[in-house]
């Protein structure tokens, strides 16, 4: 499976840009993680193939996961962001146990990621 990032770039503080993610094919779980040189990556959000979905906590009420039609495209509409938003977020979809899940090792395949940066 291959995934392709796209809509990061530079935002000012308080942008709403949307993130979307195309995968070559559908594996039922999908997600956002993020990441800072030299940190952990960190969860972000996922969706499952009914719409249900799980937020971080530092994201919870400010960034929404939706898929599109078909459902291997993901996106992640970002709202209100924070200079500590700033990181590399990648797309990563695969065939967890449990879905929706913020497990980044139950995802088996990964995107290439897109920058955001928040000034």
């Known amino acids: 499976v291959q995934l392709v990032e796209s809509g990061g770039g530079s935002v000012q503080a308080e942008g709403s840009p949307r993130l979307s993610c195309a995968a070559s094919?559908?594996?039922?779980?999908m997600g956002w993680f993020r990441q800072v040189p030299g940190k952990d990556r960190e969860r972000v959000a996922a969706i499952d193939m009914y719409g249900t979905t799980t937020y971080a906590d530092s994201v919870k009420g400010r960034f929404t996961i939706s898929q599109g039609n078909p459902k291997n495209n993901l996106y992640l509409q970002m709202n209100s962001l924070k200079p500590e938003d700033t990181a590399m977020y990648y797309c990563?979809?695969?065939?967890?146990?449990?879905?929706?899940?913020?497990?980044?090792?139950?995802?088996?395949?990964w995107g290439q990621g897109t920058q955001v940066t928040v000034s």
């Open positions: 094919e559908y594996t039922k779980c």
């Open positions: 990563a979809t695969g065939r967890p146990p449990v879905c929706p899940t913020l497990r980044s090792a139950q995802f088996n395949y």
